[in-house]
């Protein structure tokens, strides 16, 4: 997996600087917002409208997903090493045990296809 990256991307840096104006100006006309293999460490995202974000290989150490809906989000090679979750929603093809290994373990997710 490659490493963490700080993307050269103003809505990336506005909601790692938790400037959530700026970031929702910087993603209003956007059709998708590519967060792949981003460092996300340590975001509060509790408030981000993150509907457009791709989020697959992000590492979202100690983030703060509190309530965050990712439902529809491919987190295939994720890790959430102590991230705050309660209320998140995951989607139904991350096992509860994968999960709990990236929080507890800081493991990458993998993601299963449900048949």
């Known amino acids: ?14 909601l790692r600087a938790g400037d959530l104006t700026t970031y929702h100006q910087q993603i209003e006309e956007r059709d998708v917002v590519d967060f792949t293999d981003a460092d996300l460490r340590a975001v509060d995202m509790r408030k981000a409208d993150i509907s457009k974000v791709v989020l697959r ?15 529809d989000k491919d987190l295939e090679g994720c890790t959430f090493l102590r991230a705050r979750i309660s ?20 493991t990458r997710v993998r993601m299963t296809v449900l048949a």
């Open 57 to 71: 290989g992000a590492y979202l150490r100690d983030a703060d997903l509190r309530g965050v809906d990712l439902r």
């Open 1 to 14: 997996m490659p490493r963490p990256e700080f993307l050269e991307d103003e809505a990336f840096r506005s």
């Open 87 to 106: 209320g998140t929603f995951f989607p139904p093809e991350l096992s509860a045990q994968e999960l709990r290994n990236s929080i507890d373990l800081g």
